[in-house]
Each structure stands twice: as C-alpha cells, then as structure tokens.
T-cell receptor, first 113, second 112 residues
C-alpha cells in the first residue's frame, strides 16, 4: 500500500483565497520531503522541499509545514490563482544515498474565478 | 535550455510488440528514473540508474527493460510481457540519488 497519502483527493478554492493541501506519511525514518505540481499532460514540477530537521520552509507564495510528531506534511498556497490549478503530490524520501522517492496519490486543486 | 526531453509524446503499441520510450537529459545529472502513472494515481518507480552502465529495478519492473550506456540517455523498453502497458510514463533525473528529481513531460502509451 501507499506509505504516503493525502487526506483529500480534491480541493476547490476561490481565487484569492489561501489553499492548504495535506499529506500523511507513514515512515518515521523519512528525512526529506518534496511537493510537486503536475498540470494536465505534463510532468511534475518541483515546488518546494523540506528536510526533517526543519518544521517550516517558505517559498514564493508557498509554505511547507512538517509535523514529525503526527507524520503530517502540508502545503499552503497564498492568494491562490487560476494558474495554481493542478494536481499536487507530496513525496517522501528515506534510505540515504540508496533510497528513492515515494509519491502519494495527489490532490487536485481547482481554483474558481 | 537545460532539461529532460521525452519522446514521443504519444505512442501506440500493437499486441506482442516491444516499444521503446526515449529520455534524454542535458543537466549533467548522474541519476535517472522511470515512473509509471495511472489515472488518479501517484507515480510508481519502474527502474532507476545511479550512474552510467548501472541500473536497478524499482517497484514494478516486470515487463520493462532499460539501458544506461550514456549519461544523457535512459531509454525504457515496454516489452510484450507487460500485459497492461497503457499508462503515462515519466522520466526524471537528479544530480545524485536522494536529490530533487526533475521530470520530463511524459509519454502516453496506448494499446491498439
């Protein structure tokens, strides 16, 4: 089964509102996490990453929060725009130089104008 | 422009036929990966290569084969042994294993 999953498969928000996409992971040894955005018919695009020694990391309009106690990851998008409509995946990594990314199923974000 | 190029964008396979998907990168990355994506699903790892002339099976390698003769290239062959090949195939690369992966725009494979 999936070791990385998402609480909500779809999320619909109004343009200008903030979006929060959640992700649960099951492997407490995971030490690196990445959020990807995938637009229809394209490959995933790197958004932001965070290592397990951090709780929060901010990018341009995006913030990732990591709660290791409950093994939860979230992606916050400020002032959501129509161009943010896509499927968002979280991925966890463990295993050091021999490890690989494990992807969740994704959340589809729809932005209403 | 540096990046990952996958070709073709669409590919059709006849029953009993092998097909090869191309993946080329000019990012000078050591590691390359192939994933399969089914509708409404996440990505599943087929094969990966950490360095030229070396590759390992991922979670769903059966019915697939790869080669890594050049650093820039990591072609994937979908063999006739793969009974359910219809999917979106994504190639990725990273500087080294354990670093962020950068993806191509995929090849959509369908059965005729």
């Amino acid at each position: 089964g999936e070791s990385v999953g998402l609480h909500l498969p779809t999320l619909s928000v109004q343009e200008g509102d903030n979006s929060i996409i959640n992700c649960a992971y099951s492997n407490s040894a995971s030490d690196y996490f990445i959020w990807y955005k995938q637009e229809s018919g394209k490959g995933p695009q790197f958004i932001i990453d965070i290592r397990s020694n951090m709780d929060k990391r901010q990018g341009q309009r995006v913030t990732v929060l990591l709660n290791k106690t409950v093994k939860h990851l979230s992606l916050q998008i400020a002032a959501t725009q129509p161009g943010d409509s896509a499927v968002y995946f979280c991925a966890e990594f463990y295993g050091g130089s021999q490890g690989n990314l494990i992807f969740g199923k994704g959340t589809k974000l729809s932005v209403k104008p | 422009d540096g990046g990952i190029t996958q070709s073709p964008k669409y590919l059709f396979r006849k029953e009993g036929q092998n097909v090869t998907l191309s993946c080329e990168q000019n990012l000078n990355h050591d590691a390359m990966y192939w994933y399969r994506q089914d509708p409404g699903q996440g990505l599943r790892l087929i094969y990966y290569s950490q360095i030229v002339n070396d590759f390992q099976k991922g979670d769903i390698a059966e019915g697939y084969s790869v080669s890594r003769e050049k650093k820039e290239s990591f072609p994937l062959t979908v063999t006739s042994a793969q009974k359910n090949p219809t999917a979106f195939y994504l190639c990725a690369s990273s500087i080294h294993q354990g670093q962020p992966q950068h993806f191509g725009d995929g090849t959509r494979l369908s059965i005729l």
